[in-house]
């Protein structure tokens, strides 16, 4: 299948902000893992005698409430910024964003992401208004 020019375009757009991004810029790769559900692992107990790893079961009973772990990649050094939520809404998003800005003090701020929800919602919008220097790009429907 052949694929239309604007997604054509759209991935040449990702593709140079990671191969050469706008000076004085910072391009960070950024997306969300979880829910991740907390286990309890009981300690472990050393080595058997003949000197191998003693399995331990993992405790697989109702325990912390779920978490979502958001990641950003800063392209250029490979410095990371993460946060935890107790949900992936909206407003976790916003507190994240603003991790990322205070972590990046100067330049633009282009933030490569998926098209989540939260990430283009009209609070986070608004949010964005209050915040020209972060700049969403999207990459496309499907390529996760």
Known sequence: M????????ERT?????YTSPPADAT??????LGPVIPRALPPALGWSPDGH???NEIDYSPGPEETWVHGALRVRDGRA??????????????????????A???GDIYVITDNLSSHNSVSTRTWLEDH?????VFIPVGAC
């Open 2 to 9: 052949l694929e239309g020019s604007g997604l054509r375009e």
């Open 13 to 17: 757009r990702i593709v140079e902000l």
């Open 27 to 32: 391009v960070i790769c950024a997306d969300e």
């Open 53 to 55: 790893r003693i399995e």
């Open 81 to 102: 910024v993460t946060m935890t939520a107790t949900s992936r809404n909206s407003a976790f998003y916003q507190q994240f964003l603003q991790l990322i800005e205070y």
């Open 104 to 106: 990046n003090p100067a």
């Open 132 to 136: 020209p220097r972060i700049k969403h």
